[in-house]
């Protein structure tokens, strides 16, 4: 399906594309100034819409609208929050359809990048990592999400495997000293059995 959009004195031509959630990447065709739109159709009336200042609404009612917020996310929620977030842009949207709407962002072209959140949760899970997306500190993550904590860390795992010999145990250790035992517990279907453990 393509649509004509026209916005502040310039004409867009988009097109619909489909990426899990019906993700809508909008790229002008003509103008000087070009912006990307990135929308997402939710398939959820039951949903909440969250836009920083203007707060939450019912998905079932939101307005064919442009926002400017700061900062720069819309998070649409139940269970499960699916959000757009930038480092930069321009405003979000929202749009509402028969059994679904739409959340947007828009941000030029030059340099773009958008964040599509899709995780347990709501609102608020986007909202306390945007200090971290806004700052660039957010990618300089050793594990960066939006879901779970944030990795500062190296995890270091020590996996034995040997097809001769069963070995049971497992082992999570924090920083400190630990006495690690390795026990010879006998066999196991014709294999030697070796239990890991430590105090």
Not at 53 to 60: F, I, K, L, N
Request: proline share 5%.
């Amino acid at each position: 399906m393509v649509r004509r959009i026209i916005n502040k004195g310039n004409e867009y031509f988009c097109m619909r594309g489909l990426f899990v959630l019906f993700l809508l990447v909008m790229v002008p065709v003509v103008s000087a100034q070009s912006s990307l739109h990135v929308d997402v159709v939710v398939n959820n009336t039951a949903n909440d819409v969250y836009i920083p200042g203007e707060g939450v609404m019912p998905s079932a009612g939101v307005p064919d609208m442009t926002y400017m917020s700061n900062p720069l996310f819309i998070a649409s929620y139940s269970s499960v929050v699916t959000g757009l977030t930038s480092m930069s842009g321009d405003y979000v949207t929202t749009s509402g359809g028969p059994g679904n709407h739409t959340i947007g962002i828009v941000q030029p072209l030059v340099n773009s990048r958008v964040l599509l959140a899709f995780t347990k949760g709501d609102w608020q899970v986007i909202d306390n990592r945007m200090g971290l997306i806004e700052s660039g500190d957010f990618f300089r993550r050793i594990t960066p999400s939006f879901a779970f904590g944030l990795g500062t860390e190296y995890v270091i795992r020590l996996i034995l495997h040997y097809p001769g010999v069963d070995i049971e145990g497992g082992l999570e250790f924090s920083k400190g000293i630990y006495r690690l035992i390795i026990e010879n517990k006998g066999m196991s279907g014709g294999k030697p059995l070796v239990e890991i453990g430590g105090t």
